[in-house]
């Protein structure tokens, strides 16, 4: 006779806090009143080392939608990336992608 076991369901409650921790998390900067166009292209280039083409196309996305996504990755990376758009005075926040 065969006995079956309980699953382990702390094994699976921790599987599904990895896979919630893997989805990958953006980046978003806001317009805000204060910070000149040109120094949100300087920011983007100078931290991210996006090309001043690419980093103006963002900047005018954050000018004219009022927010742009920047950047993506772990939450660690997110959470880092975020607080560095707050080290150069820009108004930024980070989210879990509605892309998988």
Known sequence: MTVGT??????LEETDQLTASD???VVIVWNDPVNLMSY??????????????KAHKLMMEVHEAGKSVVAG????EAERDTLAMHSYG???????????
């Open 6 to 11: 309980a699953p382990d369901t702390e094994r």
């Open 23 to 25: 989805i990958p998390w």
């Open 40 to 53: 949100v292209s300087y920011v983007f280039q100078t931290y991210f080392g996006y090309s001043e083409a």
């Open 73 to 76: 990755g772990s939450r660690e």
């Open 90 to 100: 820009l108004w930024a926040t980070f989210q879990k992608s509605d892309e998988p």
